[in-house]
Each structure stands twice: as C-alpha cells, then as structure tokens.
Nanobody
Framework: QVQLVESGGGLVQPGGSLRLSCAASGLTFSWYRMSWYRQAPGNERELVATSTTAGGSTNYADSVKGRFTISRDNAKNTVYLQMNSLKPEDTAIYYC????????????????WGQGTQVTVSS
C-alpha cells in the first residue's frame, strides 16, 4: 500500500520560511517523479515544483521561482520543499505527488497523492 505523508506546514508571517517534508512508503521511491502541488480556497490545484527521479532536474512555477527549492533524498524516501520569503498568496494546502509511467506490455501510469498539509502566511 502506497502512502505519502506530508508534514511541516503551519502558520508563518510574511517573509518567513517553512520546510515541508513528504515521506513515501510502499513504492520504489527512486523510480518516481516527485512533485509538490498546492490548492488555495476557490482555486484549482496547481503545480508548484517537480523533481525528476534522480533529482538532477527540477522545475518550478513562475510564482515560486527563486523562493522555493525542491529536493529529494532517495535513501530516505523523502522529498522536501524549502519555502523562503513566503507571501500571503502562498497560503494553500500543499500536496505531495508521486508519478511514474512505464511500459508493461502497455503503458501504465502510477499516480499517488498525500493528504495535504496546510500552509498559512499571515501577520
């Protein structure tokens, strides 16, 4: 059974920092592209950051470039999101995602989500 468990959310003042963690179990972590998404009230879920399987390539939403950093530790089956210079508009529930597509006689996709962790940026 695959589980993704996020932690590290909370209330922080504008300009502050938080570090989110997502611990994965029940899958071969290094095979998966790991991403962080977020969803604010009334908005659609949006991609924040992605790390490829080996962590050698990362991508970020324009709104977080230069402020957020995604990293992964394949030995610990954990992906992180370091968030600096937080703004009120970063307030959202942050979700961890594990994704993999593979050819097994036919193409198959494996797509897993965590339960989310709340990040609130407010003075």
């Amino acid at each position: 059974q695959v589980q993704l468990v996020e932690s590290g959310g909370g209330l922080v003042q504008p300009g502050g920092s938080l570090r989110l963690s997502c611990a994965a179990s029940g899958l071969t972590f290094s095979w998966y592209r790991m991403s962080w998404y977020r969803q604010a009230p009334g908005n659609e879920r949006e991609l924040v950051a992605t790390s490829t399987t080996a962590g050698g390539s990362t991508n970020y939403a324009d709104s977080v470039k230069g402020r957020f950093t995604i990293s992964r530790d394949n030995a610990k089956n954990t992906v992180y999101l370091q968030m600096n210079s937080l703004k009120p508009e970063d307030t959202a529930i942050y979700y961890c995602n594990a994704y993999r597509s593979t050819y097994e006689g036919r193409w198959r996709e494996y797509d897993y989500w965590g339960q989310g962790t709340q990040v609130t940026v407010s003075s």
